[in-house]
């Protein structure tokens, strides 16, 4: 191979790389924008099933009603939990509190200090 090939190959591979990152930070900030709109329209009482058709699939389902240091309902079954596309560099989450009867109860937004 001559030089001038090897630059040729590191330039395009530079250039793929550019776009594939690009395309990976649009992507994230595509869903954290979704979620933080979602989130924001949420209504105490709504069904977990409606919260899931806004927000999408969460990151996580935790049992433990006290996650994350928030302070839930007394009724609280369980949490789901959305962290940031970009956790853990961007330490954000986005709590729902749901109660047994799958409705939600409260939410939580933790942001980075």
Known sequence: M????????RSVLLAISAVFL?????????RDHRV???????QTGAAAQDVLASLGRPSQ???SCATY????Q????????WRSSF???????????VD???????TSRQVPH
């Open 100 to 106: 047994a009867a799958g409705k939600m109860q409260a």
């Open 2 to 9: 001559t030089p001038r090939l090897l630059v040729r190959i």
């Open 74 to 81: 007394d009724h609280c079954d369980h949490v789901l939990v």
């Open 36 to 42: 933080e709109s979602g989130f924001v329209a949420l």
């Open 87 to 97: 956790a853990p560099i961007l330490t954000r989450y986005w709590l729902v509190f």
């Open 22 to 30: 690009l395309s990976v930070i649009a992507v994230g900030l595509r």
């Open 69 to 72: 240091g928030a302070r839930p």
């Open 61 to 63: 389902t935790n049992g």
